[in-house]
């Protein structure tokens, strides 16, 4: 299985960050396999993801960013 998939569906357009839970559903929903949580965490270990990531609010602007740090004191 590659990475491509995971990297696509652990972006939320909620902007909440994905769960372990989301990943097992996930795999059992498109592969048909059940894991236990643990070996969730296993897996994505094995494929260099972190379970701690930077959450990215989905309106999120770097534009808005850049010209608010432009902004003299």
Not at 16 to 27: G, N, P, Q, S, V
Not at 30 to 48: A, C, P, T, V
């Amino acid at each position: 299985m590659g990475t491509k998939p995971l990297i696509d569906n652990s972006i939320k357009n909620s902007g909440d960050r994905l769960k372990a839970t989301d990943m097992a559903e996930y795999i059992n929903k498109e592969f048909g396999m059940k894991y236990s949580i643990q070996n969730i965490y296993l897996i994505l270990h094995k494929l260099n993801f972190s379970w701690i990531s930077p959450s990215r609010h989905p309106k999120q602007s770097q534009e808005i960013q850049d010209n608010f740090k432009k902004i003299p004191n």
